[in-house]
């Protein structure tokens, strides 16, 4: 799997769009970028996933771009649910045994 | 049924003993995972199971023993742990259609004491 880069930590007020980044600059053609949340002590919850187009779905869009070399995650109005470590995986879509790895994940706080 | 169910939810356990976590799901998923996450860490993937044979072996001390006894059930057996072994173990299942998405449970937390 293609290595991830995502800031440590940021701040968001609730109420505004928060805007992840992740680095994926050596993504092969086969595979997708996904992404995760894992509020505090619970599993990780699947977001949103997507290979070069943009993505929306009711939790989140995913916005790729065009050279596929890194992706942003976009709540659009975040409330302190959201506050949680954001992880982005990337890999190929299909096939039955691949490994899913996590990388260090940003941790995203709500502030009111 | 959407679910993940993973049980215990807390085991406390001494080094010297023997115990099971266990971790079921009814979505029909033939890819199963069982993660490891310290406090403040990302998941570590420890094992993966494809068609109830074990696909991947993260060089897991052969203290962890995984078993896949079915396409619904996860295994994973515990004997002579090491106190640094205490963590949240998390499983996961995927389908092989679909969007691909892992699905987790809320995991098991670890004592060993």
């Known amino acids: 799997d293609a290595k991830t880069t995502q800031p440590p930590s940021m701040d968001c007020a609730e109420g505004r769009a928060a805007n992840l980044p992740c680095n994926h600059s050596t993504i092969s053609g086969n595979e997708y970028v996904y992404w995760y949340r894992q509020i505090h002590s619970q599993g990780p919850q699947y977001i949103i996933h997507?290979?070069?187009n943009n993505e929306t779905n009711e939790m989140a869009s995913l916005i790729i771009t065009e050279d596929r070399k890194s992706s942003t995650l976009i709540l659009p109005h975040a409330t302190l649910r959201d506050t949680a470590v954001y992880y982005c995986i990337v890999r190929p879509f299909s096939g039955g045994y691949q490994k899913v790895t996590f990388g260090t994940g940003t941790k995203l706080q709500v502030i009111p | 049924d959407t679910e993940v169910t993973q049980t215990p939810k807390h085991l406390v356990m001494g080094m010297t003993n023997k115990k099971s976590l266990k971790c079921e799901q009814h979505m029909g998923h033939r890819a199963m995972y069982w993660y490891k996450q310290k406090a403040k860490k990302p998941p570590e993937l420890m094992f993966v199971y494809s068609y109830e044979k074990l696909s991947i072996n993260e060089s897991v001390p052969s203290r962890f023993s995984p078993e896949c006894p079915n396409s619904s059930l996860l295994n994973l057996h515990l004997h002579a742990l090491q106190p640094e072994d205490s963590a949240l173990y998390l499983c996961?299942?995927?389908?092989?259609?679909?969007?691909?998405?892992?699905?987790f449970g809320e995991g098991s937390r670890l004592t060993v004491l």
């Open positions: 996961a299942s995927r389908g092989l259609a679909g969007t691909g998405e892992l699905f």
């Open positions: 997507g290979l070069k």
